[in-house]
């Protein structure tokens, strides 16, 4: 039974390119949740999604950054015209209905992004 | 808001050790409480959990109260080993706002033979 994968681990871009983070939840799973981990700091709520569905965004960054959660295939972070400040581990969080299992959330390994 | 506060770190210390590593938060409601644990280039996983008030959460010799009377979610181990070297989050599911939890910043937890 995999559990939240995350991929690629590592990412580097330069300056103004574009940077796709991909997360395939847990089987079963249908909430999804990425974080972000700047150095030396603690996991920042960026966003949580569903099936084609956003439900919170408040934590994303007004421009630059998007996501999604198809019907079919990953969820997908998308940050256009990346800055040095976007270098962070990204983690993604899945969960199935937090009423009713463990109440907790299953994370990937993350991936981390340099922008150099 | 809901947040957490714990222990700065880094903490460090010697094999057989106490640890204690101090969480309190604020919340609306009747959080669900949770410490995660996150070992060195990987993701955090869940270590244990308490979803109402005196309970306890323990796993692999950890355990922490629910002690809404302090608001505190202290984790606590009797003998730690070279083994429990992790980064260790405290964080809480708000009961109000659905299924966003709030973390902490983290404590740095290194123990040395």
């Known amino acids: 039974n995999a559990g939240v994968m995350q991929n690629p681990r590592h990412l580097v871009r330069r300056r103004g390119q574009e940077a796709r983070l991909r997360c395939s939840p847990m089987?079963?799973?249908?909430?999804v949740y990425w974080y972000r981990q700047l150095p030396e700091e603690g996991l920042k709520f960026m966003v949580y999604?569903?099936?084609?569905?956003?439900?919170?965004e408040s934590g994303m960054p007004k421009e630059r950054f998007s996501a999604e959660f198809p019907k079919e295939g990953p969820s997908i972070l998308r940050i256009q015209q990346v800055v040095r400040g976007d270098s962070a581990a990204y983690f993604c969080?899945?969960?199935?209905?937090?009423?009713?299992?463990?109440?907790?959330?299953?994370f990937g390994s993350g991936t981390r992004l340099t922008v150099v | 808001g809901d947040s957490v506060t714990q222990m700065e770190g880094p903490v460090t210390l010697s094999e057989e050790a106490f640890l204690t590593i101090n969480c309190t938060y604020t919340?609306?409601?009747?959080?669900?409480l949770f410490w995660y644990v996150q070992y060195p280039g990987e993701g955090l996983q869940l270590l244990l959990k308490?979803?109402?008030?005196?309970d306890k959460g323990s796993n692999k010799g950890f355990e922490a109260t629910y002690r809404k009377e302090t608001t505190s979610f202290h984790l606590e181990k009797g003998s730690v080993q070279v083994s429990d070297s992790a980064v260790y989050f405290c964080?809480?599911?708000?009961?109000?706002?659905?299924?966003?939890?709030?973390f902490g910043t983290g404590t740095s937890l290194t123990v040395i033979p």
């Open positions: 969080a899945s969960s199935g209905d937090l009423n009713t299992g463990s109440g907790g959330y299953t």
């Open positions: 089987k079963g799973h249908s909430h």
């Open positions: 999604l569903q099936k084609e569905n956003i439900i919170d």
């Open positions: 919340a609306t409601g009747y959080p669900s």
């Open positions: 308490a979803t109402k008030a005196d």
């Open positions: 964080a809480l599911r708000s009961s109000i706002a659905g299924n966003q939890f709030y």
